[in-house]
């Protein structure tokens, strides 16, 4: 994969503000599934199919899915991160998670999660990693100084609780409730 330009990184940071959030502000419309077509991003962007193509290939996170559609047509979206604005069914089956997930967050988070365990806030679900170096790389995201927390996955999903995973290995859930939080890492 190679590096974003800083052109690019604009672009993915409109892409995801359309895709994810406000696609309106675009005049895109996303069907059900948060899909849109590559013609109309195109548009919208004023970029051409290769330019789109490069920053879906380098991006870090691989945050975008292409696909073509039943239609024949290519369409686009955002793999997780929506906001509940956004009334969006990814069409992901439950699976079952690994016996533990983590979640970095800012340390001046800590108190509230553990009275209120961790909740989606405007997005339609909680964001999940599967080792701590990436959940120290997102919760660095929003301030350096990082708390990593211990999920019990495998615990909360024997209790009913569904958890997704998305092809870019993020997992999903819709909340975790304090008592699956394990003490945070140092």
Known sequence: MTALTSQQVRVSRRISMLLRHRPERAGLTLDCNGWTPVAALLAAL????????????????????IETGPDGVDRIRARQGHS??????????????????????????????RRDGLRPGSRHHVHLSVDVPTAVVVGRRRSA?????????????????????TDNG??????VPPGYLAADLP
């Open 145 to 165: 100084d990082v708390a990593v927390l211990r999920v019990a996955a495998a615990e909360m999903a024997a209790a009913g609780h569904l958890f997704h995973r």
């Open 46 to 65: 004023g970029i051409d199919r290769a330019d789109l193509d490069a920053v879906v290939a380098g991006n870090d996170k691989q945050r975008f899915a």
């Open 170 to 175: 993020v997992w999903l859930t819709a909340a």
């Open 84 to 113: 509940r604005r956004v009334p969006v069914d990814l069409d992901l089956p439950p699976v079952q998670p690994p016996n533990t997930l983590f979640h970095g967050t800012p340390a001046a988070n800590l108190a509230s999660i």
